[in-house]
């Protein structure tokens, strides 16, 4: 496998190419050249699909076609375009690229002013900021635009505030809500958008990316991440500059191991995972050990066989079954799920969390029903 690597990432600001989403494209494009855009899109899907990139692409669209004169209300009612994809050196696309375009506002999590970290939602001082934007007119006589990235990450009074610019939307203003988790908005969010589901990616496409993104890494590699990503490239790419893959095979033979635990390996693996500055490393193996469980409980109950990302894992996994009945590996995973949770929420010691949830699996896999 591959050593940890810088990938050099693009943002969706400044990101040109959509791949995989044609559908959700189509429908956007379908809107404008009917004339029917309603005000408020919500753009749905797992994290890492396209759903940012998409949003940006659409409102530099809008932004360029809007003050042109085309699309709704335009000069040229003949002329439909084809494709919401803007050339790189358009000027349109360079003022939003480097945010400085006056009919576009953007709104994501920001720095606590006391602690300088990131928040962990958006606040509704930002969104209020929103609602006076987009009762102004616009600047180059076109659209005002607004996107909201993640809309699922919005506190309750940045929720409810979005509401009321839902419940009377102003002229010629789009609101571009990328989320996440619709479950979490509130349900009169939902219901005034019109939703846009966005799938996961093939598994070639994930592929065909890492390959743009991380050209020297091995083919193996690159599928490996891809299955791991479950796709997404967003996902495939951060499991890249965390060493996911290193961790992933750590954790597979782990799990191998949970017969006659391995308590050296594990207490290598927490060492590493607790150092100064490894938090990024703690929270992927967080995620990879709970959905190595979830998706062996999952296959498990529907009879399926999943695709290996790593040679061997498929037979870690009968193993497993074969040692504990189904709802005691759902009971071990739901424990060790909240385990690692709160190591994350309430500062644990990360290392020894790591041990206790390995000895608690181990415990489940300690008595084998196979036939002897």
Known sequence: MSEVMDVVEISPRNN???VGQEAAEQTLLDSWNADRLVHAWLLTGPRGIGKSTLAYRFARFVLSEGSDGGGLFGDQPDFRPTSLALDPSDPVFRRVAAGGHADLKTVERTPNPKTGKLRTGIVVDDVREVKDFMRLTPAEGGWRVAIVDAADEMNTHAANAILKI??????????LL???APGRLLPTIVSRCRRLPMHELDESVVVDLLAQHLPDLPADDRTALARLGEGSIGEALALADAGGLELYGEVVRLMGSLGELDVERV????????RRGSEDKFATLRRLIDRWLGAMI??????????????????VRRDLLARAPLEQWLEVWEKVTDLMARAEGFNLDRKQVVISAFISLAAAAGKDRRPH
């Open 178 to 180: 990328v989320c996440h």
């Open 166 to 175: 839902l419940e009377e939307p102003p002229e010629r203003a789009l609101l």
């Open 267 to 274: 207490h290598k693996l927490g060492a590493l995972v607790s």
């Open 16 to 18: 040109p190419d959509l």
């Open 298 to 315: 999952a296959a498990a109950a529907r009879g399926e066989a999943l695709p290996e990302a790593i040679a061997g894992e498929a037979q």
